[in-house]
């Protein structure tokens, strides 16, 4: 199997071709340093178009500018030139509404506060700097048995399991009902198995919410089995190499990971990488 390459900049599933852009990042560039003796580069001439619902991770070499795009998509830093916009408003405004959901590496849970209350910590904030129409209180509860913390919640994080600590730090993104949800290798310091286990979890919540999905990875297998859609980006600066569909049904099982079509999509995502990095 070789797979297709999509139109210049759209990043969705086989067949969505034509869907207008929800995640719109138009001419993206980001210099840490701007104007300083050292200033450096980390993304040049990013145009990506996202439509609504899809799941896209972002993969490359380390240090290729996969977690600063997805900040700048997030408004966690400003783009040195160019523009963001989510379902046609701009980034800033949705982070300030609380409406852009964002998972890190580490879980970054109270140490103090249980696991409910962490869970609702964001709302807590969100409402009472910056009420958004229709905010309405979180069911905690209902978070935590999604996310697989069913009984839970009056816990307190050193009590938890690293995995479990990744699934209150998801439902914690949940818990403001976000526009768009932001993951930056929130797995990768989970086991094989564990981190197995959420890949699923977040597939099955995909599927309940159709919340629009950027997630960073350095697991081309993870982003293979995961994604709509893989954005390759090239070694620093950052710039889009190539956005690959992935053709695979959903909803997905693990056996598809032991399917010819899918270690062929995973083998062609490594070469094109050891081509760039040669």
Request: aromatic content about 6%; charged content about 20%.
């Amino acid at each position: 199997m070789t797979a297709e390459t999509s139109p210049r900049g759209f990043a969705g599933p086989p067949g969505s071709e034509g869907a207008a852009p929800f995640i719109a990042v138009e001419g993206v560039q980001v210099v840490y340093g701007a104007g300083g003796t050292e200033s450096v580069q980390a993304l040049s001439d990013i145009n990506l178009m996202v439509p609504d619902g899809a799941f896209v991770s972002l993969v490359g070499p380390s240090g290729c500018g996969k977690s600063t795009l997805l900040k700048a998509v997030g408004d966690l830093l400003a783009p040195t030139a160019g523009r963001i916009t989510i379902g046609g408003t701009p980034a800033a405004e949705l982070r300030r509404q609380g409406r852009i959901g964002t998972v890190f590496q580490a879980p970054n849970l109270m140490p103090w506060l249980r696991i409910e209350d962490n869970v609702r910590l964001l709302y807590k904030i969100v409402a009472e700097k910056a009420p958004r129409p229709g905010l309405t209180e979180p069911d905690v509860p209902a978070l935590l048995k999604l996310v697989g913390l069913d009984g839970f919640g009056a816990k307190r994080p050193a009590q938890l399991s690293g995995g479990m600590q990744s699934r209150a730090a998801l439902a914690r993104a949940l818990a403001l009902d976000p526009t768009v949800l932001l993951m930056d290798e929130p797995f990768a310091a989970l086991d094989e198995i564990t981190r197995d286990r959420m890949g699923i979890e977040l597939m099955r919540i995909h599927a309940q919410f159709r919340k629009t999905v950027l997630f960073v990875t350095h697991s081309l297998t993870e982003a293979a089995f995961l994604s709509d859609a893989i954005v390759l980006m090239t070694p620093r600066p950052g710039r889009i190499a190539r956005i690959i569909p992935v053709p695979l049904p959903r909803p997905r099982v693990p056996e598809m990971r032991l399917t010819d079509e899918f270690a062929a999509l995973v083998a062609e995502l490594n070469r094109d990488l050891y081509r760039m990095m040669a």
